[in-house]
């Protein structure tokens, strides 16, 4: 099939490389000429494991192409898949979908035959309607349908995700749109349950409902580790005894910090828009949110209660920056807020990640990046571990750190209590 993918973000490069690689001829299209200029020089602009060889591969089989041209690339495909960005407004909660209808005005304007119009930008509940109606008040007589048809690709596992997907959702009340996008989809459903059909709203919903739930199940578990630390009890214990419940399950119970990326803020968010929308609240949601906020904070608070409330000179040490591993995505990451926090205080903040320095910190004053893990933290007074990267879990920070009386904040659990105890490391973990 002819597709053409509209943006080329982390959702619309991952779709576009995946869909071209089930041999699909697929054009990625974007307005940004240095972005479509470094992707056709074979430089990929965002970190995702994988990406960038499926890319190339695809790329030189001239299955994948990249392209500014998209009134040419809607007219010669079969399928457009919107997948432009959809971020809270920037004085209300709710979802900007600008980029969304002017594409629709553009599909509108180039319809030349049917297509299936497909929402993979996570939009609410109801911007299907919209699209379908903008594209026919400007073009009555083709015709065509909306779909919605949601993403679900953790960053750092969006590859893998992509080809073998817990489910694909399509939203469509159209027999044939149905019948194309199973098609489309037919090389990665390997059990016929993996395709679920529901209404094109049913699908919008689908997506922030799922978002929604995993953040209650992050901010669940990081409030009961608070309570864990208080009454002297391991957190882990809690988690594993409550994962082994089916019904309830082990992923996303694992306490850190405040969950963050480019989709569960502005998701929740944009959910409680919504319900506010259909005058329904949405407390739970609410309360999701505002505990999200605060864990941040209580991260800060146990910060002064290691190290003191003075924490001017101190060289404070980030293995990690990023919201979690395999990215190189900062977006609301707990980090965001803690080292201006740090830094404004007086303290001296060192970080590394293996994805690299980070533009976003470089205002900050007294903010260094070290490529080195070793460099980074050799004078430390304290080292908080703020992300789970590998390269983290099997550090000897003895022989690392100069300062013997250093202290170790580990916001991922990953070292083990009694082999910490056993180096004699003043070590401090969440609920433990």
Known sequence: MKLCVIGTGYVGLVSGACFSDLGNKVTCVDIDKNKINTLNSGVIPIYEPGLEELVKKNFGQRRLTFSTDINSSIKESDIIFICVGT??????????????????????????????IVTKSTVPVSTGDIIEKIIKNKNKRKKFDVVSNPEFLREGEAIRD????????????????NRIMKALYLPIIKKESRFFSSSRRGAELIKYASNAFLATKISFINELANLCEKAEVNIKDISSGMGLDQRIGERFLRAGPAYGGSCFPKDTRALVNTGDKYNVNLSIVKSVIKSNENRKNILLKRVHK???????????????????????????ASSLKMIPYLSKNGAYINYTDPSGPKKILDKIKNVKFHKSVTACCKNADLIIIHTEWNEYKQLNFKKMVI??????????????????????????????
């Open 87 to 116: 971020p809270n407004k920037k004085k209300s909660n709710m979802a900007d979908l600008k980029y969304v209808y002017n594409v629709a005005k553009l599909i509108a304007k180039n319809l030349n035959k049917y297509k299936i």
């Open 162 to 177: 992509f080809i073998s997907p817990d489910r694909v959702v399509v939203g469509t009340n159209s027999k044939k749109a």
């Open 306 to 332: 290691i190290i003191g409330k003075n924490i001017r000179n101190k060289k404070i040490i980030f293995l990690g920056v990023t919201f979690k591993p395999g990215t190189d995505d900062m977006r609301e």
């Open 403 to 432: 300062n013997k009386k250093f202290k170790i904040y580990d916001l991922r659990n990953i070292y083990s209590l009694n082999k910490v105890k056993k180096d004699n490391i003043d070590y401090y973990s969440i609920g433990r």
